[in-house]
């Protein structure tokens, strides 16, 4: 009786050994599958957004390599580089928000008591600038030339405004 029990427990233990081996060897290919198709779906997701990033800043200075060279003949070594321009020509325009009738460069008057502000501005190329603006009630966008004078300053020329309805 002894050693029906031993040898009873001796196949008991190798059959749950048995077990346990097919269930963690399918448990890590489970496992490893799932990864590879995760980061497959990852990458594509990133590629798709990379895609999409691009597309989006077409029109920038920043991929704009013919308005990038407009500015490489300037006498000036500060605003020759586009990585300095961009920065510099976007704070002279929202400087100018501190204007107490509102920025003059939005093409709208002050329709009630708070003035016109440019919230965002993007610089398109060497010579346009899109910005929204708004007085906190009314919203619009405008499109802007600009003009890097030699004494550095730069002069903005209203283009197109528009304000959306309420």
């Given at each position: ?62 991929k704009?390599e ?101």
């Amino acid at each position: 009786m002894k050693k029906s029990l031993f040898l009873y427990a001796l196949i008991l233990s190798l059959v749950f050994n048995i077990y346990t081996y097919m269930y963690l060897s399918k448990e890590v290919t489970f496992e490893q599958d799932k990864y590879k198709k995760t980061t497959t779906k990852l990458k594509d997701s990133l590629q798709s957004i990379s895609n999409k990033l691009s597309d989006a800043n077409y029109f920038s200075l920043e991929k704009n390599e013919n308005a990038q060279n407009y500015f490489e003949g300037a006498k000036s070594d500060k605003i020759r580089n586009f990585e300095v321009l961009i920065p510099y020509v976007t704070g002279q325009l929202l400087d100018l928000n501190a204007n107490p009738k509102g920025n003059p460069y939005t093409g709208q008057v002050q329709l009630g008591t708070t003035k016109f502000s440019i919230n965002k501005v993007k610089v398109l190329n060497h010579r346009w600038i899109i910005a929204d603006y708004s007085d906190g009630e009314y919203w619009g966008e405008v499109l802007l030339k600009y003009f890097i004078n030699e004494d550095e300053s730069v002069s903005f020329e209203v283009n197109q405004s528009f304000l959306y309805q309420k």
